[in-house]
């Protein structure tokens, strides 16, 4: 699989100055697929690479630095809507690891904008942002009304000026979600960025992107998000400290699950893999040199998973018969 | 993928899958003039797959996939499998190129200088360009106008042309040569098409761009008629007209900026061929 080429190329970038045209397209479309073209790109900047390859690569790095520049934008508006509640505003994922500086953004994709507000203040937010511009995209009224009951979230606007989405969270897990992370502690412990955008602590981060890869998700898109985890990790000075504050998030086994994946596709490749972590292994590198899926059924597998995380098992039924109803089909 | 080809157009290369033989053996030849390396490192992937599980035999459909996509892209019939991957390739342009700024526009050269021709689809300007590169124009492309955003040159992306409905026996009467046009693909979703490919020397000049010099918006079903068109409007119809105008950023702004104010530009109706390539040729000798 592909999948595995492009994480061995992203932990050793001098593998990718042997490779055959063959090798360099399953290369680009397994990146392109994981959304790490713009990572990739970055890492193999500066190498001695074939010329049609250092285009593509050249375009991957241009294209993450208008990503990063649309980001905070987007922040920066959302900030100004928000000014008037007088509240902390945390960005989070891709927005604040470019707003940080840190090495997990650097040639990052970045889809939506990400924050963080205390609960009680969803009302307001929601508020001031539908008077600012953002608009409801899930019209359905099981959708809209699942979100707010269950979700972590409120249901993503769009802003109809500028399109691009923002999802308020107020914790980081679905509620439904067996860890109850301790959302309040979060925002106590944000860190202030100069200008005032707010970013989860060191710890925290790494809290955040081990839930949503491995308490949260299908593991779509797990390639990017180990990335994360992998360049957060780095960032960490104190391991007590992480451990502390996972155990407080009830996420200490994910948290060494993820050390172990972490390691086992972009580190030493020393850590003892259960059966369990080669299957997710196997799901992470599951690309082919296509882009396409290469792993199918595993892929259901998790699907089925993700959604028995999400939710108590009568719940999960109700849930898929009332999706089934309304014509929804997972593949 | 069982079936494959990787092609070279103007500046961009494709490299297609497919698990089917038809589309791939079409555009083998339709391309045949065009480098075609299977080894080289492709700036594109596209896909086409099966819609489903059982897609591939059972009422075999294609959905158009690949580096860039579009979430609700309908299927489409395996007879039409030669212009879902027109359409593949189109789309990873429109969504995916950042090389030049992209103009959703055709354009032909004459004399070592550029006319772009551009307007909706049915404006006839796809047809236009075609049968101007018959009659001692160079064909570059019926599809996206490249603009060098440095030296604000044109280059050429003479892709197949794709002839739709009344065009299709407007080409029939001007090439005569049966192996440069595809299969007649009947009721697609944009009616009935085919494919026809740029005369050999326009594919042999792909890497030659040249400046522009008349802008024009022609509109096909018209008594003839030419009018001038204003420096905003032609600005803001532009930025409408390019898929990558936003994503170019400063550097877009300042080549669209460039083009605008060095480039005259005529609204021209027209009802015929004819009378259209008429029409071009007083207005290009007018110009000097």
Redesign the interface.
Known sequence: MSGRLLVDVLRDPARATVLSGGLWNALIAAARAERLIGTLAVRLDGLDVPPAAARVLADGRAEAEREKRHALWEADRAMQALGPLGMPVIAMKGTAYVAAGLTAGEGRFIGDLDIMVPHDALDDVETVLLAAGWEWVKPDPYDDAYYRQWMHELPPMIHRERDRMIDVHHTILPLTARPKPDATGMIADSVALPGGLRVLSAEDRVCHAVAHMLADGDLGGGLRNLWDIKCLLNDIEDCSALFRRADRHGLTAHLTRAERLADAVYGTRTARLSMVDRVFVARLTATDGWGRDGRKLLGLAFYVRSHLLRMPLTMLLRHLWTKWRKGHRPV | ?KHRITLTIGPA?F?L?SPWREPITWLKRLYADYPQQP?????F?V?L?PAG?LRRWLHPSVRI???HMLADAAPMALRHGLLAAEMGMNLQMAL?W??HLLIHASSVEKGGRVLVMTGESGSGKSTLAALLGERGWRFMGDEFALIDLDDGRILPFPRLVSLKNAAIDVMRAEVHDEGRFGPLLFATPKGDIRHLAPPRGAIGRMGEGAPPALLLFPRFGADPELRPVGQAEVFVRLTQASTNYV?C?ERGFDALHRFVTAVPAMAMDFPDGDRAVGLVEDLWSQLS
């Open positions: 993928m290369t490299r899958g080894d080289a490192i492709a700036d992937t896909r797959d599980p996939a690949g580096d995916g950042r090389r994503a950023g």
